[in-house]
């Protein structure tokens, strides 16, 4: 699961239905959906938001939503 | 001929619009600086061009958006500019087959080869052009390389649309994009496949245009039946949307195979950059230290003596210029007093802060443009997020630093309404440019020695009550609905001199154009309630139209600590302009040969009651022209007058806390 990531960890993402549907879209539109290689790239403290890479684009998204993201290690 | 400029948010169209039209508009590194369409004409006057907000897709989620969809449906447009982001053109491509299907002749422009290149993608532009079957020019947005060529292909190319199908949906969905077309036959302009298709994908602009032309319960249940077959049909496909999302990729990827060459390349500097501002623990402190920085330089090193030097010119040369051209030409004494007590004082007064505002502007164009702003919004998102906002409301505000009227109009992009609409009450409290005049006056006379430190204490202070009354909104008037977070985090960009010049200056001439209009007008006619009385002309300033009205609200401002009626009718000005503030001073305080408003202060104000002034003037009331906006942008008259009353309410009860709070401690 992401929640367990580090930074720098890799991971495809194998379900992402879990999170809402608003946030689904818009990672949608920016090309990140099931089967997308993610890398996380930095964890903001006190529960903040996290920094995710795909396809060399850098997309900023809040913790809670990014750990109902199914993710397997790669 | 009408050109829309299309394409995904970030990609550089209104770079290229600038390029191709020779205009100025707001360009910057992050996601949603366009926020309206922009209409221009082409250099070689053979058409117009109409610059749109970024989107992703046709289908809208936040207002931006919507501005594109309804504009392709309510307006003529007879040619479409793509531009793509090489740098990510998977993504970019999704937005570029829907705009096919709308079968209107279409061009792209693809637009940074150079970050591609960069990251080891190599695209072959002449076999894109062949499998897309339109014209694919590269260019440099930023640069304005390779636009001569794409207006020339603009020009050239055919007016027939090959129409060239580059999906197929399969038989189920294709057959419901025949049968709609079918009902529509001879009701719209607009291609029946490209409005079906939206239609599939849950577009709701789309959905109520068809409803005004098919009955819409036909839609619904052609739309249902759809879903299920197609679901039933494949077994990893979830929604109708999502499966013509999966039916696009696979063409993408076709598209791709042919036509574009991946190599492994270094981590990009942009990344390495990344892993210090946005670090777990000096995200913050980068962050406020920049901020620092930008307001020792605006008010201490740099800023200030520039000031002072411009203030001695206007004081000095300037002013014994005029008296000398008046004397030569017998000016009567009315013209005399009006001109050297009314305009040079008011108009002066206001002119001599330039420099300051340029500084400003110059760092807020800096951190626009180098894509530092969406990394500050990540940064701001854990605080945001506890007061009912996100990370993105940020955004706004700090663009309302430079002038509320365009934040609050940034406010656009966020993408829930109730979001949306606290961001644009909220907006108003961000200390704006026309406010920083009154502080670089009053520091500058109470607070020497920290002059940086205090005038920060102004902004943080906007910020905070900011923060304070987002959480009092979201625990009362608008309780919360999902909140919305995902911010794309553009590669940072060095700025170029030439555009950190242009847009430093497109907001600082807005500044001095309104000191010649506005504040000009504005200065002839306080100076005449300075100069009229209801004893008549050339009356005593205690005595005039001005003090009069001044001495109305006088006594409600005692308790806060200025219960002068030159404050009161500062105050009343501030409401037109907040620059209007200071001409108001300068005339009214008209300062004889040798003195300085500044030594003149302190015989009106004590340093807690200039203090308390700076706060109400930081809170008290939106401009007229942000009201304006509040207005166009919630169409609401109820919000309007809310933003305006609740400002005055907490200014007074802030004001009131820190003078009288202020004086049982022992301050004055």
């Known amino acids: 699961m992401f929640g367990t990531f580090k930074v720098g960890e890799k991971g495809i993402i194998v379900n992402i239905s879990k999170v809402g549907q608003m946030v689904q879209r818009r990672l949608l539109d920016l090309g990140i959906t099931e089967g997308s290689e993610v890398c996380v790239k930095c964890i903001m403290p006190f529960g903040g938001p996290v920094m995710i890479e795909s396809c060399g684009q850098c997309v900023g998204l809040r913790r809670k939503e990014a750990c109902l993201i199914e993710v397997e290690r790669v | 001929m009408e050109i829309a400029l299309i394409g995904n948010p970030n990609t550089g169209k209104t770079s290229l619009f600038n390029n191709l039209t020779g205009s100025y508009e707001y360009v910057g590194n992050w996601s949603g600086v366009t926020v309206e369409k922009k209409v221009g004409v082409f250099k070689n006057n053979k058409g117009r061009l109409i610059d749109l907000p970024g989107v992703y897709s046709l289908n809208p989620l936040s207002k931006d958006e919507g501005v594109v969809t309804s504009f392709f449906l309510k307006e003529p447009v007879d040619r479409l500019l793509n531009i793509l982001d090489a740098s990510q053109l998977e993504r970019n491509l999704h937005l570029t087959l829907q705009l096919l299907e709308y079968e209107k002749p279409a061009l792209i422009g693809l637009n940074m080869v150079d970050v591609a290149t960069k990251r080891g993608i190599q695209i072959d532009t002449e076999k894109l052009s062949q499998i897309l079957g339109v014209p694919v020019v590269p260019v440099v947005a930023r640069s304005g390389k390779g636009c001569d060529r794409l207006i020339e292909v603009i020009s050239t190319s055919s007016n027939h649309s090959k129409v060239k199908r580059h999906v197929y949906y399969g038989n189920a969905v294709e057959d419901a994009i025949n049968k709609i077309g079918i009902e529509l036959i001879g009701k719209t302009d607009h291609s029946p496949r490209w409005l079906a298709i939206q239609l599939f ?24 039946q759809l879903e299920s077959v197609v679901i039933n049909e494949y077994n990893n496909v979830k929604s109708l949307a999502n499966y013509i999302y999966v039916k696009r990729k696979e063409v993408i990827e076709k598209i791709l195979k042919a036509s574009v060459q991946k190599m492994k390349t270094s981590e990009p500097l942009s990344e390495k950059i990344d892993a210090i501002v946005t670090n777990r623990y000096l995200g913050m402190p980068i962050f406020l230290l920049c901020m620092y920085l930008m307001f020792m330089l605006t008010f201490d090193w740099l800023g200030t003596p520039l000031s002072d030097v411009l203030d001695g010119l206007l004081t000095g040369p300037v002013t014994i210029g005029f008296e000398s051209i008046l004397n030569a030409i017998n000016a009567s004494d009315f013209i005399h007093a009006l001109i050297i007590e009314g305009l040079i004082a008011g108009v002066g007064g206001v002119l001599v802060f330039v420099p300051q505002i340029f500084i400003l502007f110059f760092f807020i164009s800096l951190l626009e443009d180098s894509g530092y702003m969406a990394r500050v919004a990540l940064v701001m998102d854990r605080i945001m997020e506890s007061v009912g906002l996100n990370g993105k409301a940020f955004i706004p505000m700090m663009i309302g630093f430079g002038c509320n009227v365009p934040g609050i109009m940034a406010a656009r992009t966020i993408e829930t309404p109730r979001e949306r609409l606290m961001t644009i009450l909220l907006t108003p409290l961000m200390s704006c440019s026309a406010r920083l005049p009154v502080y670089a006056l009053f520091v500058g006379a109470f607070f020497v020695g920290h002059k940086a430190l205090v005038v920060l204490s102004l902004y943080v202070l906007g910020i905070v009550v900011a923060l304070i009354l987002a959480k009092i909104f979201t625990k009362t008037l608008l309780k919360s609905e999902t909140s919305l977070f995902v911010i794309e985090l553009p590669p940072y960009r060095l700025p170029q001199v030439q555009s950190l010049w242009r847009s430093t200056w497109d907001k600082g001439k807005g500044f001095v154009r309104k000191a010649g209009t506005f504040i000009f007008a504005g200065s002839v006619f306080i100076w005449l309630l300075s100069y009229a009385g209801p004893n008549g002309l050339k009356v005593d300033m205690d005595d005039s139209f001005l ?122």
Not at chain 2, 205 to 224: F, G
Not at chain 2, 596 to 609: E, I, K, M, N, R
């Open chain 2, 201 to 224: 994908e849950g577009n709701d602009y789309v959905k109520s245009y068809l409803s005004d032309l098919v009955e819409a319960h036909k839609l619904e249940t052609l739309i249902t």
């Open chain 2, 547 to 668: 003090a009069m009205i001044g001495n109305l609200f006088a006594p409600l401002l005692e308790p806060i600590g200025f219960g002068t009626w030159q404050a009161a009718a500062s105050l009343i000005t501030g409401f037109l302009a907040k620059e209007a503030i200071i001409s108001t001073m300068n005339i009214i305080y008209f300062v004889p040969e040798n003195a300085s408003l500044q030594g003149l202060l302190s015989d009106y104000f004590t340093p807690l009651a200039a203090y308390s002034f700076m706060v109400f003037i930081l809170l008290y009331i939106p401009c007229l022209a942000t009201a304006a906006t509040i207005y166009k942008e919630t169409g609401s008259r109820k919000w309007t007058a809310f933003s305006i009353l609740y400002a005055l309410f907490i200014a007074y009860i802030l004001c009131l806390v820190i003078y009288q709070g202020g004086k049982l401690f022992g301050l004055v």
